[in-house]
């Protein structure tokens, strides 16, 4: 990711938020400092596989706003809202919102403001690359660990296994990233990757979510911190 600039107090670098996926370019010290990033995600549907953005902005200081705009004249724009963190933003696509086609290819803009009114503003390319959509094989309970299995997708930089509540409103469990060659993880209530304060209740239903990650073209070193596409696949399990 590159073509930042200043403007007033900040400089805005690029990165993914909630699963640690970063792309940051450092510039001089400011005193405030922003990072979001674009990424392309995959839905499975009765029409078949269909595309979204999805976009992530955290920052070292309350977020008033932020918005991203596709490329081109009259580009697409997406505003972000806010999570319970008043420093995190997120878009999230609707199903409505995912089409059967890839968006726009290009360079977006994205623009923090601060609860101060201080902009910050930049950009990220995003590409045309995609994933063959990935599937679970299995998920399964034994003595409290939960094994998901699946096959290797061509041109997946890494997998990440993740555990939601059954409504999927909080993430209580995410794994580090796993290697390319990795086609089945199993943790339990020891695991390190578990939200603060949080454990599993047995007899409880909870949503795994599988992820494979591509990273953007052209990108020789620091793979795991340039992202292009998401593909995801997800089952509801009862912890026993």
Known sequence: ???????????????????????????????????????????????????????????????????????????????????????????YPQAADYTSEMPVKGTYSIEVISSKDVKLVGDDAVGDEKLTPIVIKTATMT??????TWDLITGADAYVVKLYSANKAELIFSSNYLATDVKEFEF????????????????????????GVKVETGTATDKANNIQFVTIDSKTIKWE
């Open 1 to 91: 990711m590159e073509n930042f600039r200043k403007l007033l107090a900040g400089v805005l670098c690029l990165s993914a938020g909630v699963i640690s996926l970063q792309s940051c370019i450092e510039d001089q010290p400011t005193s405030l400092t922003a990072v979001s990033d674009v990424i392309v995600q995959d839905i499975k549907t009765d029409a078949g596989v269909k595309y979204g953005i999805v976009v992530y902005a955290t920052a070292d200081f309350d977020i008033k706003s932020a918005q991203v705009t596709a490329p081109g004249t009259g580009g697409k724009v997406y505003k972000l809202t806010a999570t319970a963190n008043k420093q995190q933003f997120v878009y």
């Open 188 to 211: 339990g209530t020891s695991s390190a990757g578990w939200a603060y304060g949080v454990s599993p209740v047995v007899n409880t239903n909870y949503v795994v979510e599988l992820l």
């Open 143 to 148: 003595s409290q660990k939960l094994k998901t």
